[in-house]
Nanobody, 120 residues
Framework: VQLQASGGGLVQAGGSLRLSCAAS????????IAWFRQAPGKEREFVAA???????HYVDSVKGRFTISRDNAKNTVYLQMNSLKPEDTAVYYC???????????????WGQGTLVTVSS
């Protein structure tokens, strides 16, 4: 499966953005799709994931602020980000895998990343 992330931009603290991850391939609905992020000088970290049944998993730092969802008819996963903080600033990547996991190495397909910048 090939992935393309979009929707990043510059937003003030407290604002919102919605990221999209568009996928190609007829088996999209069977994949777990996750969002990771990587801030300058830091390792890539897990943000959220959604399974084929729409079960979700979030890192603690975004719970209650971010919502991951999927539209299998459009082969797209979304990440709605509300109440953004400067520490959310990073390049956000979407990834496809077979297991609901927070480990980078378990995801075999990656999008190109989209930059989110949150100003204070």
């Amino acid at each position: 499966v090939q992935l393309q992330a979009s929707g990043g931009g510059l937003v003030q603290a407290g604002g919102s953005l919605r990221l999209s991850c568009a996928a190609s391939g007829r088996t999209f609905s069977s994949y777990v799709i996750a969002w990771f992020r990587q801030a300058p000088g830091k390792e890539r970290e897990f943000v959220a994931a959604i399974g084929w049944s729409s079960a979700t998993h979030y890192v603690d730092s975004v719970k209650g602020r971010f919502t991951i969802s999927r539209d299998n008819a459009k082969n797209t996963v979304y990440l709605q980000m509300n109440s953004l903080k400067p520490e959310d600033t990073a390049v956000y990547y979407c990834a496809a895998g077979r297991d609901m996991a927070s480990i980078v190495g378990l995801y075999g397909s990656w999008g190109q990343g989209t930059l989110v910048t949150v100003s204070s």
